[in-house]
Every structure is written in C-alpha cells, then in structure tokens.
C-alpha cells in the first residue's frame, strides 16, 4: 500500500470542477488499496474534515496580489505538511512551475506526478499575464517531462508528453456513477416542449460561446414553429449579457430563455437530468484542445445526450457512441441551428431511449479505469 498525498487548487468537497476531479481520481487510487489524502485550498478559514472517507486538509486561498506572490513561489506550507504525512507518492495538480519544480528537488526521495488537466493561453501586456505566460511555459514544457509520471486529461497532452515522460495516463474527468446524485433518469414533463440545458461558467466567451447557443434557439424556434426553451445554469441575464454585450438583448426573451444564476452542484445536475439535450459550443483553440470538458462528463452521467461541436477529443467518443448526442461539424450559425434542428427532430421516445443509453453506458465511471491507474503505480515502481 503506498501513501499518496494529493495537493492542488481544488475546492473540496465540490466546490469546482478540480474537487470532483481528484476525489475520483482518488477513490480509484483507494479502490487498488492505497490510502489518499487531499490539500486543497478554501476562500473561507481552512479546516481539516472528512469527505467520503478521504482525510482532507485545506489551505488559504491567497486573495490579494501579495499572498499570490508568495503564493507562487513559497514552498513552506507544502513542505510543513509533506514532512508530517510523509507519504510515498506526492500528485501535483495543476501546481504552479516555480513551486513544482522546488518541491521536486525538495523531496526527491518521494515519486512526484503531475495531475495535468489544463494548458491556458494568456494574452495582454499586464504583470499578471506576463507572470502566467512564464509559468505555463515553464510548467509545461520544462518541468512537467521531468517529473516520475502524468495524469492527463485529454489525447492532445497525452500525444505532447508521450515521448516526454516514460509513465503517461490519459484519464478524462470521472464520476462515481453509484452515487446518488447521478441516479433517476428524469424526462422532460412535456411531450411538445423541448427542453436545452446550458450549467457551466462560459468564462466571457473564452470557454464556451453561450451567445452563440442563445441566438441559435431563438433561430431554431423561428423556423422549426416547436417550442424550444433554454434553461441557463451558471449565471444570470444581467451577467450574460455584461459577458457577451447588450446587442444581444433584443434576442433574449425570457418567454423561453430562462437563466437561474448560480446554484448548488446538486440542483445543477437535477436541471441537466431533467433536460432533452444538454448543449455547449467551444472556440478551437489550445486551451480548449488540452481540456476536456467536465460538463460533458457530467451531462451523459446524468441521462442526457448532448448537443456540441467537436472540441477536445469529443469526436472520438461520438463516433463510438453515436447515442451520446449531435455533434455540430463548425461553430458557424448554419452548422448550429442545423444540430439544434436534428436534436429536437427526433421524437420523445427516440430522446428517452438516448437518455437511457446515457444512464446505462457509465462510461465515465472511475471503476472503468482503474488499470490505467493501476499501470501509472505499476511503472512507478520500476
């Protein structure tokens, strides 16, 4: 049994995208009979608790421009909290080059991976996107291929690290599909009504192009006469419209696009469930290519196909899988209202039996990957 000490910027329990990550990641470490501990951050005083059986510690999550210096580049809380549970295997999430790559020279006795789920692009002339430019490079070209091994999340950083690095995983965000949040599949309580489902957080339309989506129902409610609304999970009007700009007002019309702000993971997911398609759209660009988008994961856990284009390496499973939902070829307007119109073509039935499909296939479940897991801990030891 190996100690593995799992530290990042995650907000436990389910706080963002990260914790739900790990905690997987964690419970298919502890499946193959490894005990794992989390370090994650917390904008409220840190504690130390319980999750799901995982011992979890938290550290301060630095709010103005001093502590996210020392933040970036002081070692001495991590290394206070290695030396006391002294594990065998320390797993870096996403950890800021700098401090990686004194940890690494810190504890070389310890096998240090690297959980890798992201590859920003910084743009600007400022300090701060000057600072993040110097330490994604750093990070991703220089010190991650000397580390022991690698968690990826996608094929893009599993292609780029492959010759790189000797022990490389590719493992997409994951669920625990027994959990209860992910039972009961929920139909749409309408057999004329259509119901599309945006959760996430669009990031300004650097992530996903929710203005896109918004004009595109509209369009697809014009020329289809079906009655096709909209629920926005994530944030409000008035936040879409500071995101994406005030001419897109006259084409919102809260008879059918209905935004809900933000709420908790769990009435998230009850929205998606009760959704016919989920629908997202992403820009192809670097950032968007290494990722892989946990909203995805998330909407076919919960029974609903999705309607997207093809960033990441999405393409992939919809070929495998063709009931997973619409693949939208290009984010031009034709392309989209084109998916949107073969998504609500299709009867009740035809949808439910895709929404079943979704349940039923758990592809995500973290139990289908634990060989992939189980040779990263093989070839650390070689």
Request: with cysteine.
């Amino acid at each position: 049994m190996k100690k593995i000490l799992y530290i990042g910027g995650f907000e436990l329990p389910d706080k963002n995208a990260a914790a739900q990550r790990v905690i997987s990641n964690g419970k298919a470490l502890r499946e193959l009979g490894h005990e794992v501990v989390f370090i994650g951050l917390t904008k409220s005083a840190p504690e130390s608790f319980q999750y799901q059986d995982f011992d979890c510690r938290e550290l301060a999550y630095p709010e103005s421009k001093k502590k996210w210096i020392s933040f970036l580049f002081s070692i001495k809380k991590e290394a206070e909290l290695i030396k006391s549970f002294n594990p065998d295997i320390l797993v870096f999430y996403n950890y800021p080059s700098f401090k990686l790559w004194w940890l690494k020279n810190r504890f070389r006795n310890k096998t240090i991976f690297g959980d890798i789920t992201e590859w920003y692009e910084s743009s600007g002339l400022s300090l701060t996107s000057i600072v993040k430019r110097i330490d994604v490079w750093l990070r991703m070209r220089m010190i991650l291929p000397k580390i022991d091994g690698l968690i990826v999340i996608s094929e893009y950083l599993e292609d780029f690290y492959r010759r790189k690095v000797k022990n490389v995983i590719n493992i997409p965000p994951l669920v625990d599909i027994y959990e209860n949040k992910w039972a009961i599949i929920q139909n749409s309580t309408s057999e004329n009504r259509y119901n599309l489902v945006y959760a996430g957080s669009p990031g300004g339309g650097n992530k996903d192009r929710l203005d896109l989506i918004v004009s595109s129902v509209r369009k697809a409610r014009l020329e289809s006469g079906k009655d096709i609304h909209l629920d926005v999970i994530g944030l409000n009007k008035k936040e879409f419209l500071e995101n994406f700009g005030t001419n897109l007002e006259t084409k919102i019309e809260d008879e059918y696009i209905h935004f809900h702000g933000r709420v908790s993971h769990m009435e998230a997911l009850e929205f998606v469930k009760k959704a016919d398609f989920s629908i997202f759209l992403r820009n192809n660009n670097l950032t968007n290519t290494a990722g892989f988008p946990t909203k995805f994961v998330e909407s076919i856990s919960c029974g609903t196909p999705v309607i997207t284009n093809p960033s990441s390496n999405l393409s992939s499973y919809f070929k495998k899988y063709p009931d997973l939902g619409v693949l939208i070829d290009s984010l031009t307007e034709d392309s989209i209202n084109l998916g949107i119109m073969v998504a609500i073509s299709q009867s009740k039935e035809q949808i439910r039996l895709k929404k079943q499909f979704c349940l039923n296939c758990r592809l995500f479940d973290y139990r289908n990957y634990l060989v992939y897991f189980n040779e990263l801990l093989k070839k650390e030891n070689k």
